[in-house]
């Protein structure tokens, strides 16, 4: 059976973005959803889920459970998922799948973490090969690829740029976002390199922050307080292998989760009227335009020029600002924004009739993707 | 007891690379290759990682390889690598197939992709040795 429109995001919610000092991964996350549930005009007790991406700055065993307690729910489901940054779409995944086997009805998915003024327990004491040849962190991995991007397909460094300009416009249109200055690309040509052909501006920051959101039956959807957000399709492909072992640096998990999603919609890269893409660096949301299709392999750098990805252009882009601009937390509020758009309620930076919404998440170094269709109804 | 923190942090050694890592130390780079197969793999494991054969042994090879992918890291992620910023790391594809995370010796302006390498070695004072992969001169594969 098709599920394209038998679940609905029927509430999301966010907390501020940035460096929250002082407030630990749970308080953000209970913040969280507690505002999705006032989104969907709901009440903890009309949730038996609860689905959680565990903080990526502090692994910790059984957080779904912990997260439920401290919601007060008492839920006929929890889990946690280990996807890295596609987790939260994974996690509508799982939701869809409980709701449809009758093990629940009502599911909060949430993600919260400060990794900027918390804990850093994960990153806390490098050690392994990758250390040991001074490969720390996200950034360097990132950038094997994207040099091997711009070696195969001539990628340029402005390129890679014009996605920056493009999310810290949109950020800068957003109340919300951590960043409210938009920059230019001699901003971003002038800023230092992190690991070439990486530079500061191409990397998202570390924030502290969560957002979560309500997903049900479309059943239940309809009557609730907020119209239905319609999963039209959904996807996943993860690639696996540490960057050294992979056939390939330059093709995503996308190229095998964008396909399966949009045929679960019945959708063509054409019909997409706003993209909300994972952007924890420049390079992704070239290599996933390419992946999904919008554009043949290779010709991703040269379609985010031109302001084809601002607002106003023919597809507009991370319109919170995504990871770039709004806040570097790993994929939700890509989702939250997604659904924001759909309903309309974007103000300023809403995609004027915008019917379709893709989303991707993506984790680890290209070690997992996936896609999330959104629509404000079932075409 | 002050902690050395300009130490360099060292590779996870264990029952299942530690042929790996003898092999750099010896400066003898040696892959498992499987008896079945005939193929090599990387990283270490148990199984032959195209065949899941258990039947395989440590082989030296060539030490012939191209420069895949490669960055320059200027960030100083660790205080052991504060003089060396910014310095090359290179994923290396061997003639034998397998691809290998190492070093580069040469100046970072130099590096190009699909440039011939020949393996070379880094012993550090911490106790192991890395790969620290030569430019073969006016070489390109
Ligand atoms: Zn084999």
């Given amino acids: 059976m098709n599920p394209r429109g038998r679940y609905a995001v029927v509430g999301v919610g966010n907390t501020a973005y ?31 889920a609860v689905l959680t991406k565990a903080p990526t700055s502090n692994f910790t065993m059984l957080w779904s459970a912990q997260v439920a307690q401290a919601v007060g729910i008492v839920p006929q489901v929890t889990a946690t998922l280990d996807q890295a940054g596609a987790s939260n779409i994974g996690l509508v995944g799982y939701a869809m799948w409980c709701i449809e086997t009758g093990q629940c009805h009502t599911a909060v998915i949430v993600y919260g973490d400060n990794p900027a003024t918390g804990s850093r327990a994960t990153y806390a004491r490098p050690r392994g090969e990758g250390a040991a040849y001074g490969m720390f962190g996200v950034p360097p991995w990132y950038a094997l690829i994207a040099q091997r991007h711009m070696h195969e397909y001539g990628t340029t460094s402005e390129q890679l740029g014009a996605v920056a300009v493009a999310c810290r416009k949109h950020a800068a249109m957003n109340p919300g976002a951590q960043f409210q200055s938009p920059i230019t690309l001699e901003d971003h040509h002038a800023s230092r390199f992190v690991a070439e052909p990486l530079r500061l501006l191409d990397c998202c920051p570390i924030s502290d922050g969560a957002a979560a959101i309500v997903v049900t039956s479309a059943e239940r959807a309809s009557g609730m307080r907020k119209p239905p957000v319609y999963v039209l399709g959904i996807g996943q492909g993860h690639p696996a292998w540490d960057v050294p072992y992979r056939s390939t640096l330059t093709t995503s998990g996308a190229a095998t989760s964008g396909p399966m999603a949009f045929r679960m919609a019945g959708i063509t890269p054409a019909d997409v009227d706003v993209a909300q893409l994972y952007d924890c660096f420049t390079i992704v949301p070239i290599v996933t335009l390419e992946d999904y299709g919008f554009c043949a392999k290779g010709e991703g750098g040269a379609f985010v020029e031109q302001g084809r990805i601002a607002l106003g252009g023919a597809l507009p882009l991370n319109t919170s600002g995504g990871l770039l601009g709004e806040t570097g937390m790993p994929g939700m509020q890509l989702i939250v924004e997604g659904v924001r758009q759909m309903r309309g309620e974007c103000g300023g930076r809403q995609v004027p009739d915008a019917r379709i919404c893709v989303v991707s998440g993506q984790g680890g170094v290209m070690t997992t993707h996936a896609t999330l269709v959104l629509g404000k109804e079932v075409p | 007891m ?138 390109t594969r």
């Fill in chain 2, 2 to 139: 002050a902690t050395d923190v300009t130490e360099r942090p060292a590779p996870d050694v264990d029952e299942e690379n530690a042929g790996y890592w003898d092999s750099l130390r010896r400066h003898e780079l040696a892959l498992q290759r499987c008896a079945d197969c005939g193929r090599f793999w990387s990283p270490a494991g148990s199984f032959c990682r195209w065949c899941l054969s258990d039947r395989w042994s440590w082989e030296r090879v060539s030490g012939r390889g191209t420069l895949y992918a490669f960055t320059v890291v200027h960030q100083v992620y660790h205080p052991a690598f504060r003089e060396a910023a910014p310095y090359p790391a290179a994923v290396v594809e061997l003639e034998e197939g397998p691809r290998l995370l190492a070093t580069v010796d040469c100046a970072p302006r130099e590096l190009r992709v699909g440039m011939a390498l020949e393996v070379g070695y880094r012993d550090l004072p911490e106790g192991f040795t890395l790969l620290a992969f030569r430019p073969v001169t006016g070489g």
């Fill in chain 1, 18 to 48: 940035g460096k929250l000092a002082g407030r630990s991964a749970m308080s953000l996350s209970v913040e969280a959803v507690r505002n999705a549930l006032a989104d969907a005009g709901l009440r903890p007790a009309d949730v038996d």
